[in-house]
């Protein structure tokens, strides 16, 4: 009965994760190009700031509340640690907000100061929950407090293979060209495309960043 339940559950999460994942990179796609039309004519726009000198740092770590699932916690864990004792290394002031009770208690345990502690994401993860984190992140990046914005997650590809991986929340990172066969094939190069914006780029521009930061910190957490 449990061996059913879970394959149900992770069945419903990969679907998910298939169905979120292309509009959050088409949306970051799209927004990228339009930033990299209007190049400095639009003026700056706060998220995407380039410090001169990165001071202060945040990094989210995403784990899970229970274990039983094998090195998933500990890895999380421990690419956290090491990401935090990198930044340290370089001078750089680190703020540890955590995502998952298995985390949580782990640096509660070695006394590890934590900026924000979140145990209210479960297997299926609200994007109204998420949004008020990315939203403060977006404020205190926006008003100089941060620098850089990182999320530690385990990146879900197939359900034989799982990624940890390190990704910038902000500042926004322009969209990278895809080289490869498949994307050459579905014709999704980002110079393909031309757009026409209505009512004005400059303001699709400011209306749809924050939107992608947004998008894009929810769909880490369904990974």
Not at 194 to 207: K, N, S, T, V
């Amino acid at each position: 009965t449990m061996e059913l339940i879970s394959t149900a559950k992770f069945k419903q999460a990969s679907d998910r994760i298939k169905a979120a994942a292309p509009y959050a990179d088409h949306l970051a796609r799209v927004v990228g190009n339009l930033a990299s039309s209007l190049g400095e004519e639009a003026g700056p726009h706060p998220l995407l700031r380039r410090p001169e000198k990165v001071e202060k740092v945040a990094v989210l770590v995403l784990a899970a509340n229970r274990g039983l699932c094998g090195g998933y916690n500990v890895n999380q864990i421990n690419a956290a640690r090491s990401r935090v004792a990198e930044l340290e290394a370089q001078g750089i002031s680190v703020e540890l907000h955590v995502v998952g009770k298995k985390a949580i208690q782990f640096f509660q345990f070695t006394e590890v100061p934590m900026a924000s502690e979140y145990s209210n994401f479960e297997d299926r993860p609200a994007y109204d929950d998420v949004r008020p984190i990315a939203e403060g992140f977006m404020r205190r990046f926006s008003d100089g407090e941060l620098d850089r914005v990182e999320v530690v997650y385990t990146r879900f590809i197939s359900s034989g293979r799982q990624r940890l991986t390190t990704s910038q929340l902000l500042p926004i990172e322009p969209p990278q060209e895809d080289d490869s066969e498949e994307s050459s094939k579905s014709g999704e190069n980002s110079h393909q495309y031309h757009y026409i914006y209505e009512p004005d780029a400059r303001g699709l521009r400011d209306e749809l960043l924050p939107h992608v930061v947004k998008m894009s910190c929810f769909t880490f957490m369904l990974h």
